[in-house]
């Protein structure tokens, strides 16, 4: 679903009320974790920026809430604990914010934050915003 919203928190402002409450759960949890996180509105969903590297986004789709994972690579860490969820090589999709999935999310941001310069990937998560700048 493409978003109207042009900063973060209009677009969890324009979320139907059974998704505003447990994508604002999962923004409070990843700003709790890591409080110097930069958010903005990437790619029409708010995205998590830190230490100049593209941590993880939350988007709203037609038939589900999505956790993204950029540095994908580090989910390995978790690959039992994700068997039973719906997803794809670098999202987590889920309708409901059950109790584990959302200890799951923050087990899965704690580490990967910790963990994300060791990602094979790490290079090509600088943020667009940062590569713009030096252009």
Sequence with gaps: MKSTARTCQEYFDLLPENRKEPL????????????DIEEDLDRDMPTYHLRGRV????????DN???YVMPHDLLNAFKKDLLIHDR?????????????TYDLFDRI?????TQLEES????????????????
């Design 88 to 100: 794809g090589r670098t999202c987590i999709r889920f309708k409901r914010l059950e109790p584990e």
């Design 109 to 113: 941001v704690k580490y990967t934050g």
């Design 55 to 62: 941590l993880c986004a939350l988007a709203n789709q037609k």
């Design 24 to 35: 604002l759960r999962l923004r409070r949890m990843i700003r709790g974790v890591w409080p």
């Design 65 to 67: 809430m999505v956790f």
């Design 120 to 135: 094979r990937l790490a290079d090509s998560l600088i943020t667009r915003r940062r590569v713009a700048l030096k252009a």
